[in-house]
């Protein structure tokens, strides 16, 4: 039987083999594409669920909804093979006002450093090779030395992400003997790190001392024995205890470990290495700070604070941080090439204050100046309300995000959009579900029946992108 492409199939027993329909020129395109393989299962796929379709369909289901044309499958084959080509990252917009979005990535790269890592990912780089000797090189050499410049350390180490940092300190420093650690202290972040857990998976024991709100100087002296291997410190990133609560300054704790002899740790978490940012957000501690209190070996993650990509950075005395260097899970967190070429690049912008201020998106958010905030939130506002949609100025607050400064609120004027009353109606849910349906992908959020756009998380070169997906979907 001869079928025009166009006739409806209205039984499975009338669909078209799957030769025939891979024979159709409407494929040709997408055969070069994506490939036979590729392609013969997208449609092998459309003709299967075409299929299903038709044997489910019931008598009361009129067959004009339910029936099927060659163009139908080829169509459907095509949607696929689109949706299967297509990563599944892709770039948002950022409204949020969350600077460290754990969801959306943590910190952006500054642009340097994310060239740095392309480069480094397309060609032959010097990561292991030196280049005045022709020979081997040291793979982190380069980011260590500036790491023990810009903190002031006798040496420094990286690895794949902080836990990777906790887990090799403990390992190296507290196998199978007590690590002192305050109850206070005694974290969950982000769901899965979690330090009695890490302690454990180190071999070291944890002795838990203290009170959740409370932990004496005594508790310490009182814990430390002859199975003592270290105390450890954590930086109570993501929650705050108010009320009644007292814990040991780390100077008082660098005082005690070294007159027993013990190295103090210190999980910084988010490890910041900005005085300025350090001046706006007080409650987390500078590297350096911390470092000349008397920490011996410090870490943090290298996508919170820093602003750089995912890495693991651990600094301090040199005895420890080489005995780090010779445990056999070194090997097991290592950075990639890419990691360590941005981190690099992202560290050179350190070396200059005032240009990493205006480099790395993470400090130039942090402390974006008000009134440049202001001006960009009223023309915004503005170009709104000249399409007719309703939008105002709002105060609000930004927040740091990723457990990083949990008490801290910026102030921060928001784009604060009340869609029930824009030319094409919408609701606040409606609306952050549209913006978040087609690309250029935005996520925002609601409150008070109005969508609250927070341009400090907005790069300026994305506003204008925003006003006309907005306009778009609203005017
Ligand atoms: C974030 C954080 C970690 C985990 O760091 P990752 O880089 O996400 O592995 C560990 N400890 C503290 C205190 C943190 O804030």
């Known amino acids: 039987m001869i079928m025009s492409k166009s006739m409806k199939i209205n039984t499975p027993r009338d669909l078209p083999p799957v030769d025939e329909v ?3 020129e409407k494929l040709a395109d997408a055969l070069q594409r994506h490939g036979h393989a590729m ?21 009361a289901v009129t067959t004009s909804t339910l029936s099927y044309s060659v163009d139908d499958l080829i169509r459907k084959a095509l949607d696929k093979l689109e949706l299967w080509s297509t990563p599944l990252i892709q770039h948002v917009i950022n409204a949020t006002g969350a600077i460290l979005h754990s969801n959306l990535g943590r910190a952006p790269l500054a642009s340097v450093a994310a060239e740095a890592a392309y480069n480094a990912g397309r060609r032959y ?33 990286v ?26 202290e005694l974290v969950e972040i982000g769901g899965s790190f ?13 002795r838990e001392i203290g009170t959740t709100n409370k932990t004496h100087p005594d508790d310490y002296l009182r814990a430390i024995g002859d199975e003592t291997a270290a105390i450890l410190k954590v930086n109570r990133s993501n929650f705050r205890i108010e009320g009644f609560t007292e814990d040991v300054a780390l100077d008082k704790l660098a005082t005690i470990a070294h007159q027993h002899g013990l190295p103090l740790i210190y999980d910084l978490g988010s490890g910041c290495l900005s005085r300025e940012l350090h001046g706006l957000i007080r409650e987390e501690p500078l590297v350096l700070d911390a470092m000349a209190t008397g ?7 290298g996508d919170k604070l820093l602003g750089g990509p995912q890495s693991g950075i651990i600094v301090g005395r040199r005895r420890y941080i080489e005995a780090m260097r010779r445990h056999p899970l070194l090997r097991a967190f290592r950075c990639d090439k890419m990691t360590l070429a941005a981190l690099e690049a992202t560290l050179l912008l350190y070396l200059n204050p005032s240009r990493a201020h205006k480099e790395i998106p993470l400090l130039a958010m942090a402390l974006a100046d008000k009134d440049v ?3 960009r939130v009223s023309s915004f506002v503005n170009a709104l309300n000249e399409a007719d949609v309703p939008a105002s100025m709002y105060s609000e607050s930004s927040i740091v995000g990723c457990g990083s400064a949990p008490g801290c609120k910026l102030a921060t004027p928001v784009v604060a959009i009340d869609p029930s009353c824009a030319p094409r109606r919408s609701t606040p849910d409606e609306l952050l579900r549209q913006l978040r349906e087609e690309k250029p992908f ?17 790069f300026p070169e994305e506003e204008d992108t925003l006003l006309q997906r907005l306009l778009h979907i609203l005017a």
């Open 373 to 375: 905030l202001e001006k």
């Open 22 to 24: 891979m024979r159709d």
């Open 39 to 59: 392609v013969l299962r997208a449609v092998r796929n459309a003709l299967d669920e075409a299929r299903e379709t038709l044997l489910m369909k019931s008598d």
């Open 125 to 157: 780089t010097t990561l292991e090779y030196n280049l005045e000797e022709g020979a081997r090189g040291e793979r982190t050499a380069a980011v260590e030395i500036l790491l023990q410049r810009l903190a002031s350390v006798e040496s420094a180490l």
């Open 159 to 184: 690895v794949n992400n902080n836990a990777a940092a906790v887990l090799l300190i403990l390992a190296t420093l507290a196998r199978g003997r007590e690590v002192v650690v305050s109850r206070g």
């Open 194 to 206: 979690r330090i009695p857990e890490i302690m454990e998976e180190s071999g070291a024991m944890l």
């Open 442 to 458: 935005v996520i925002a959020r609601a409150g008070n029946g109005r969508v609250m756009l927070d341009l400090r998380t907005v």
């Open 295 to 301: 920490a011996d070996v410090i870490c943090f993650s």
